[in-house]
Every structure is written in structure tokens, then in C-alpha cells.
Nanobody, 124 residues
Framework: QLQASGGGLVQAGGSLRLSCAAS????????MGWFRQTPGKERDFVAG????????VYADSVKGRFTTSRDNAKNTVYLQMNSLIPEDTAVYYC???????????????????WGQGTQVTVSS
């Protein structure tokens, strides 16, 4: 199971840190991803990190503003979001991929488990 938390309402230019806690599996073997979705739109890739934390991938829209990291001892992955803009408003989901080795996938079907989502709202 994946449990995302840390969402909320923040003003443009502010920061939030999302957390995704995993239970019931071998977390340290999973590549992890962050996606976001707004009403009526598809779920978009935001960021991903491989099992060791040594490789990360970001969507162009968040490069330089968002950072993903993980603590395998705590079975948790993080998404630090800085310089938030209203366009970042969405429900954010974390996802786990247990089939890949070091390749971080950037599409939803590449992931096997999903968290329930946490709302992020950025006001202008």
C-alpha cells in the first residue's frame, strides 16, 4: 500500500513537501514515480526515482523546481515542490514499479501500485 500526504493550499511562490509511505512490500526494490491529474485531463508524469535513489527523472514543467528523494529505511519517497505556480494545482499520486531495474518509467501503465492521491492547490 502507498499512502500519500502533505498536500494543501499554498500561495504562488511557496513550497510543499509531499510524502509517500509504503507498506506491505519490499520498498527498497521499487522504482517510484509521482504523477498529477486535474479534472478532465490525463494523469501526467511529474518525477521519478530509481530504487537506490541514484537516478531521477523530471517532467520539463517541473525541472529546477521539484526534487524527488527517498529514504529506504523509512519506506518513504518525497517530492519537494518549490516555486509553486497555479498550474501545479492538481491531485498528486505516488506510484511504485516493481518490474524495472534502474530505468525510471515516465508513463502511468509502467507502474504497478498507486497511492490514493493528495490535493495540491496553488493560489495566485
Amino acid at each position: 500500500q502507498l499512502q500519500a500526504s502533505g498536500g494543501g493550499l499554498v500561495q504562488a511562490g511557496g513550497s510543499l513537501r509531499l510524502s509517500c509511505a509504503a507498506s506491505g512490500g519490499t520498498f527498497r526494490r521499487y522504482n517510484m514515480g509521482w504523477f498529477r491529474q486535474t479534472p478532465g485531463k490525463e494523469r501526467d508524469f511529474v518525477a521519478g526515482i530509481n530504487w537506490s535513489g541514484g537516478s531521477t527523472v523530471y517532467a520539463d514543467s517541473v525541472k529546477g523546481r521539484f526534487t524527488t528523494s527517498r529514504d529506504n529505511a523509512k519506506n518513504t519517497v518525497y517530492l519537494q515542490m518549490n516555486s509553486l505556480i497555479p498550474e501545479d494545482t492538481a491531485v498528486y499520486y505516488c506510484a511504485a514499479d516493481y518490474r524495472s531495474l534502474n530505468t525510471v518509467k515516465t508513463i502511468g501503465p509502467g507502474y504497478d501500485y498507486w497511492g490514493q492521491g493528495t490535493q495540491v492547490t496553488v493560489s495566485s
